[in-house]
């Protein structure tokens, strides 16, 4: 007998069209096109001391992924933001996962999006207990997946959608391999990002992340650093990167909205000495974000 | 207000694990990973007559796309064949559209296929009706989408994926410009297959179809169409084909399990004469697929 929904899912609470349920009783049909054709788009954040992380961002990038599929908004966006801290109030959650999906709706049977009248809204709220110490302490090993990233002019990764197989199939290759996470190339050979986060390196004290026309998700945790390290006169660059050179780097690690930075302490066969952590670019970066962070949570505006 | 789903699919039967309602009542978890990553496998096909047309061929291509993407199948073949055939017999519809959809289940949140336990099995049973006669007649306007076919090395087309939003774009493209439908290209600029359908030509009496190596689905009437033209010695070729090539085509006409051979009649501006259609060779291939198919159903063993 496989797990259950509601031994997967205790305390969450889910949202489906302003109708609030456990995890168990949340449905939506198997004619929704986000079930038939992945035909929707997400974001995912978090909540701290009943603060939601980021919202207005995650909010903005929600409403370009919806720009870049055509996708007809049938929500406003104050009903979303409503949605949102109706399901977080009934949750009582301080830390929580905010899981917020809008399908095309269902139609008849056929690619043909123009068909589409409405949105399936679905809302996620669940416990979010902070990612492991251990992984911040001693970083991911990671690996470069040989399955190609999505080409940002098929299937753009710079919308966020629920075309996720792409990265499914790149974690599964680190998994088979024991490797805690996969990072992918495009076709011309050059990094894009993670199965769920941002990849950056340092080199000589100077920090890269590979540039949008690498073809990645616009990360909203990437956009923060980017300006942190120009506001800290840190070096610091958008670019191509080869695995090569990825592999030479002094340090590397990643980005993400529910995780903030994390070091990478091995990619493939090259480790990267954690002895001196400590005083390591990637801990200097860290710091900084936490203290961001935390300044964020005391002017912000989202709290339940 | 939007149509609902009970007007959307009248008289259809969905078959969700083993329990068959309504198209109303079938719901799967929003939490199912077909729903939240595209992460499943599926296959169409349809019945004349109280016969599922090429059933076993179907049958070997969706353990193949679950091959390609370590889909474990906690369904037996012979389940799922037991499944659809109550389906069927459920419904009483002679003419059926069938959609077997196959989902890596419910898991904890996370792209990590490894910790799927069981699937989600979903049967979609609805009265099919045959395709407009006047898309025989008259052929299809298509169009070469800008949007490129998803790269066989990242999201392989070669697996009949949930993952169908590079397609669902293609769509968009072709109505944007009032076309029925669209043919992608790959990143190499060769043509691969349209939306939901292979893409044939026809030049000086030689038939061509872009080869696999283009990144694209096998086509299960693809395959039936290749056999009848080296059994009728007409000469054929699965090979690269470009966009110039196939603009300056004799003929050209696309397959598909659901609708056989459809003649195309415009492609962007170029246009395809019908006046001599009943001597073409789409013609003579039509009528012997169409033949196949009727001898096919005389011997055929999966009937309700």
Request: aromatic letters at 8%.
């Amino acid at each position: 007998m496989h797990k259950s929904i509601k031994d997967l899912f205790p305390q969450t609470f889910v949202n489906v069209n302003g109708t609030i349920s456990n995890a168990e009783e949340a449905k939506v049909s198997v004619f929704d096109r986000g079930f038939l054709y992945g035909d929707s788009i997400y974001e995912v954040t978090y909540t701290e001391d009943r603060n939601i992380l980021f919202f207005d961002e995650h909010l903005d990038r929600l409403e370009h992924s919806a720009g870049m599929l055509d996708l007809t908004l049938y929500y406003s966006r104050e009903q979303i933001i409503e949605e949102t801290l109706k399901t977080l109030k009934t949750s009582n959650i301080p830390r929580a996962y905010i899981r917020i999906i809008i399908t095309r709706g269902e139609t008849a049977i056929g690619l043909d999006p123009t068909i589409s009248d409405h949105n399936n809204l679905v809302i996620i709220v669940k416990p979010q207990a902070p990612y492991p110490t251990k992984f911040y302490d001693d970083g991911l090993y990671l690996t470069i997946a040989s399955i190609l990233r999505n080409d940002a002019k098929a299937t753009n990764p710079a919308a966020k959608s629920g075309n996720y197989l792409n990265n499914v199939m790149a974690m599964a290759e680190a998994r088979k391999i024991g490797a805690d996470d996969a990072i992918m190339v495009n076709n011309e050979g050059y990094l894009t990002e993670g199965t769920t986060f941002n990849i950056w390196m340092v080199k000589n004290g100077k920090v890269s992340t590979p540039a949008a026309r690498s073809g990645l998700l616009m990360g909203i945790t990437r956009a923060k650093l980017l300006k942190l390290c120009h506001e800290n006169s840190i070096g610091c660059q958008e670019t191509l990167i080869t695995p090569d050179q990825i592999l030479q780097a002094d340090e590397v690690f990643i980005t993400s909205s529910t995780k903030g930075l994390v070091p990478v302490s091995r990619l493939d066969d090259r480790k990267f000495e954690r002895s001196n952590a400590k005083i390591s670019v990637t801990s200097h970066l860290s710091h900084l974000y936490n203290k961001y962070v935390k300044n964020y949570k005391l002017n912000q505006k989202y709290t339940y």
